[in-house]
């Protein structure tokens, strides 16, 4: 189990890692948007939308919806309040010099 937790928590960091993919994830801090109204704000083609959207879906940030002829993707808050836990946890690591806790294991 931990491996697949961390497995996640990796997936997620390397979705993160990408800055179109953190603009994708602002946009969606205003609510649910179809992928054409995303798309209208970067000047990328659509295969590489669609991979930053499969890649967002993936690792649990992004969920989609069929509506119609469109999709429209929105934000999995409870996935991002988990990552932000993880961001601060070793943020207060770090900044107390002790190495982070990893979840599943004991000392």
């Known amino acids: 189990m931990y ?3 961390k497995a996640a928590e990796n997936s ?13 994830l602002r946009l969606l ?3 649910s948007m179809s992928a054409g109204d995303i798309a209208e704000r970067f000047d990328l083609s659509k295969p590489t939308l669609s991979h930053h959207f499969a890649v967002l879906e993936a690792a649990g940030l992004v969920r ?9 993707y929105a934000l999995q808050a409870s996935v991002i309040e988990e990552v932000a836990a993880a961001v601060l946890e070793l943020s207060a690591s770090l900044a107390s ?10 000392p």
């Open 3 to 5: 491996v697949e937790m």
């Open 12 to 24: 997620r960091f390397q979705a993160l890692a990408d800055p179109t993919r953190r603009a994708i």
């Open 29 to 31: 801090r205003g609510g």
């Open 64 to 72: 989609s919806e069929r509506r119609g002829n469109f999709v429209v």
């Open 97 to 106: 010099g002790r190495k982070p806790k990893e979840k599943g294991r004991t």
